[in-house]
T-cell receptor, first 113, second 115 residues
Framework: GDSVTQMEGPVTLSEEAFLTINCTYT??????LFWYVQYPGEGLQLLLK?????DKGSNKGFEATYRKETTSFHLEKGSVQVSDSAVYFC????????????FGTGTKLQVIP | EAGVTQFPSHSVIEKGQTVTLRCDPI?????LYWYRRVMGKEIKFLLH????????ESGMPNNRFLAERTGGTYSTLKVQPAELEDSGVYFC?????????????FGEGSWLTVV
């Protein structure tokens, strides 16, 4: 079945540091890929998405490129802020059948001043 | 436009009691999903409604969980009797269609603690 593997956290960075959170997936067909974010005390928010190979999703300074050859969708940001502290979930939605989002385990990011 | 709303936002109950979680999807969304995240693990699919019909309930953990969506509008998820391992965050989500390009919108979650 479909699965998503993302790097374990927690990840602690200083403000303005470069961020990479690795994500790889296993799926049949041509899934859409997502990054969701959960800020403390809040629900899941869609951060960015990519629906086909080589697409780049971007939002709020975050980027991720759909790499079919490496089955990866790594999240990057050039300069993190304290307000980026949250849990980040990589996810996929397969094109076959009915919609069922498969999530990774989540990576907690803590940014310190 | 209102997003997906869930109630209650937080609930603390004793083992053996019953809890009912409610989800109001975005207006006009036929697809409604329940997910949960237990003890810091991954977010797992529970079930999927299309209007009032259960399309896929393969993720429901056991018969202590009952989901309904009467009339195809809001949905309830009842846990009876609750066990300690049911503690976690229960997310509801909705979408307008089933094509892969559609976005699934999540609510803020119902945080359940069973003591």
């Amino acid at each position: 079945g479909d699965s998503v593997t993302q790097m374990e956290g927690p990840v602690t960075l200083s403000e303005e540091a470069f961020l990479t959170i690795n994500c790889t997936y296993t799926a049949t067909g041509y899934p859409s890929l997502f990054w969701y974010v959960q800020y403390p005390g809040e629900g899941l928010q869609l951060l960015l998405k990519a629906t086909k190979a080589d697409d780049k999703g971007s939002n709020k300074g975050f980027e991720a490129t759909y790499r079919k050859e490496t089955t990866s969708f790594h999240l990057e940001k050039g300069s993190v802020q304290v307000s980026d502290s949250a849990v980040y979930f990589c996810a996929l939605l397969n094109s076959g059948g009915y919609q069922k989002v498969t999530f990774g385990t989540g990576t907690k990011l803590q940014v310190i001043p | 436009e209102a997003g997906v709303t869930q109630f209650p936002s937080h609930s603390v109950i004793e083992k053996g009691q019953t809890v009912t979680l409610r989800c109001d999807p975005i207006s006009g969304h036929d697809n409604l999903y329940w997910y949960r995240r237990v003890m810091g693990k991954e977010i797992k699919f529970l079930l999927h409604f299309v209007k009032e019909s259960k399309q896929d309930e393969s993720g429901m953990p056991n018969n202590r969980f009952l989901a309904e969506r009467t009339g195809g509008t809001y949905s309830t998820l009842k846990v009876q009797p609750a066990e300690l391992e049911d503690s976690g965050v229960y997310f509801c989500a909705s979408s307008s269609g089933t094509r892969s390009g559609n976005t699934i919108y999540f609510g803020e979650g119902s945080w359940l603690t069973v003591v």
